[in-house]
């Protein structure tokens, strides 16, 4: 029993395949956030005497693609970060207080709510590309992506609102539930 409780614990070294690819993505991504900053530099600098000449929306769409490439490259940092120090190594007693509240990894539904957050973010810049690049040209299909956006959003916070309390028993109630649950006892003992 002992030698197959190690065999599975030694498996927690395949996840660092996942953290070592999810930083090479990061470099990637930063890389590429680096191509289109160089972009919109070139823009400007070469269609005129300077930054005054230069298409305003020529510059703008290069910019928002690279901070959207920076920001999804520092997720796939955290999530390498959380990956390697959340679920393979232990880090030496007192070393977590002082890492920053952002380094700090609870567990997997931390890193797939960052992940959802930085979906939405992206969703967000990606909207803001096509609203520069329309040059006032406004469809009604352009309304996708925040109808998108807002959808899900609104799940995100249904997913927030049905997690994290427990009754007595060590089960995990809605807060919803959570208010019913303490209507019910307070009733039960004669308060209102």
Same mark, same amino acid.
């Given at each position: 029993?002992?030698?197959?409780?190690?065999?599975?614990?030694?498996?927690?070294?395949?996840?660092?395949?996942?953290?070592?690819?999810?930083?090479?993505?990061?470099?990637?991504?930063?890389?590429?956030?680096? !191509?289109?900053?160089?972009?919109?530099?070139?823009?400007?600098?070469?269609?005129?005497?300077?930054?005054?000449?230069?298409?305003?929306?020529?510059?703008?769409?290069?910019?928002?693609?690279?901070?959207?490439?920076?920001?999804?490259?520092?997720? @796939?940092?955290?999530?390498?970060?959380?990956?390697?120090?959340?679920?393979?190594?232990?880090?030496?007693?007192?070393?977590?207080?002082? @890492?920053?509240?952002?380094?700090?990894?609870?567990?997997?539904?931390?890193?797939?709510?960052?992940?959802?957050?930085?979906?939405?973010?992206? @969703?967000?810049?990606?909207?803001?590309?096509?609203?520069?690049?329309?040059?006032?040209? !406004?469809?009604?299909?352009?309304?996708?992506?925040?109808?998108?956006? @807002?959808?899900?959003?609104?799940?995100?916070?249904?997913?927030?609102?049905?997690?994290?309390?427990?009754?007595?028993?060590?089960?995990?109630?809605?807060?919803?539930?959570?208010?019913?649950?303490?209507?019910?006892?307070?009733?039960?003992?004669?308060?209102?």
């Amino acid at each position: 029993m002992r030698t197959l409780l190690t065999f599975f614990l030694g498996l927690r070294a395949i996840m660092l395949i996942g953290s070592a690819g999810a930083i090479v993505g990061a470099l990637l991504m930063f890389l590429q956030g680096g !191509f289109y900053l160089a972009e919109a530099w070139h823009i400007a600098v070469a269609s005129g005497t300077g930054f005054e000449h230069a298409s305003e929306r020529q510059v703008t769409v290069p910019v928002l693609e690279a901070v959207d490439a920076f920001l999804f490259g520092l997720v @796939l940092v955290i999530f390498a970060y959380g990956i390697a120090i959340g679920f393979v190594f232990t880090l030496p007693e007192g070393y977590g207080r002082r @890492l920053p509240a952002w380094m700090k990894v609870d567990g997997i539904g931390q890193l797939k709510a960052s992940l959802s957050e930085v979906v939405i973010v992206v @969703l967000i810049v990606m909207f803001a590309r096509v609203v520069v690049e329309s040059g006032g040209n !406004f469809t009604y299909e352009m309304l996708v992506l925040p109808a998108s956006i @807002l959808m899900i959003a609104i799940a995100l916070r249904m997913i927030d609102l049905g997690a994290g309390h427990t009754n007595g028993d060590g089960e995990e109630l809605g807060k919803i539930e959570a208010a019913r649950a303490k209507n019910e006892n307070h009733s039960e003992n004669g308060q209102h």
